[in-house]
Nanobody
Framework: QVQLVESGGGLVQAGGSLRLSCAAS????????MGWYRQAPGKQRELVAA???????NYVDSVKGRFTISRDNAKNMLSLQMNSLKPEDTAVYYC?????????????????WGQGTQVTVSS
């Protein structure tokens, strides 16, 4: 059983900062790509930032220069440092990871999602 648990969301004024964390636990053999997605009311879920197991990153254009994604492979942790927040960053943020597990005599790599954490930026 694999779980992703996010923390760190909240209410902040425009221009402020928040740091999101995601902890992966369970019978994990390896974690491949990890990412943060967000979904604002009435909008589709979008990829905010992603990071490979080797540390390669990519960001949606709207957050470049403001957000930084990082991971701690030893602790199975993912983080998102969000600076210079804007009201349009308001959304539920979800942690996502491609995780390899061993079960029924073989390896499986599946996508897993956290439950989401609310980020609200007031103007």
């Amino acid at each position: 059983q694999v779980q992703l648990v996010e923390s760190g969301g909240g209410l902040v004024q425009a221009g402020g900062s928040l740091r999101l964390s995601c902890a992966a636990s369970g019978s994990i053999f390896a974690i491949r790509r990890m990412g943060w997605y967000r979904q604002a009311p009435g909008k589709q879920r979008e990829l905010v930032a992603a990071i490979t197991s080797g540390g390669g990153t990519n960001y949606v254009d709207s957050v470049k220069g403001r957000f930084t994604i990082s991971r701690d492979n030893a602790k199975n942790m993912l983080s998102l440092q969000m600076n210079s927040l804007k009201p349009e960053d308001t959304a539920v943020y979800y942690c996502n990871a491609d995780i390899t597990t061993w079960r029924t005599l073989r390896y499986y790599t599946d996508p897993y999602w956290g439950q989401g954490t609310q980020v609200t930026v007031s103007s």
